[in-house]
């Protein structure tokens, strides 16, 4: 299975979301989800830029080849339901995308191999911008 592409540039986790996703890393193996633990900059909620994507932001895609648009809600693996936009954050595409900022474009590959690319155009709704820090 392959994993996703690392993103070159700036990756913001908040603390909570990476306490969080060390306990799923800790349930089981996951390299990307390690890597992206390693390599992130973690910040309390409080100081997370309202453009970043967090757990349980929601926010709109450009495909990179197509530019057709998607809205994506990234949720952790229980709530997950593609078909709704609900993406887990241990897929690839949700760990592609998790940490960036509008205007980054995530690049991943699928389990069957094909390579995927999305740019964050916009965040429509981001818990800690809204002064949710619990979620």
Known sequence: ???ATPIHGERTLTDLDHVRLSKLQDQRSHPAL???LELTDVVSPQEVAPDVV???SQFVVADAQTGQRQTITLCYPADADPAAGRVSVLSPVGLALIG????????????S???GAAQVVEIVHQ????GDYTS
């Open 1 to 3: 299975m392959q994993t």
């Open 34 to 36: 390690d890597e992206l």
């Open 54 to 56: 967090t757990m349980r």
């Open 100 to 111: 960036t900022r509008v205007g980054a474009t995530a690049r991943w590959h699928t389990p």
């Open 113 to 115: 191999g094909e390579e």
């Open 127 to 130: 818990p800690e911008a809204h």
